[in-house]
C-alpha cells in the first residue's frame, strides 16, 4: 500500500477502502478454493487484483 510521505501529498479514501476490500475478497477466495498464496502464478497477478479499480498515482 503506498501511503502519502508528506503532508502535500494526497490520497483517495475511496482508494484505500476499495484496496482493503479486493485484499478481503481475493484471501476469501484463496481460502474457499483451497490454494496456496504463496503459488508463483498467484502472486504474479496478486498485487494487480488488489489494485484493481483504484485510483493511480
Known sequence: M???LSD????SLA???????NEFLLNL???KL???P???K???????LRNYG????
Do not use: C, H, M, W
Not at 42 to 48: D, G, L, N
Not at 54 to 57: G, H, L, P, S
Open 29 to 31: 477466495f484463496l481460502s
Open 34 to 36: 483451497e490454494l496456496d
Open 8 to 11: 502535500n501529498e494526497g490520497f
Open 15 to 21: 482508494s484505500l477502502k476499495r484496496t482493503y476490500t
Open 54 to 57: 483504484t485510483i493511480a498515482a
Open 42 to 48: 498467484i502472486q504474479s497477478v496478486y498485487q494487480e
Open 38 to 40: 504463496n503459488n508463483e
Open 2 to 4: 503506498n501511503y502519502p
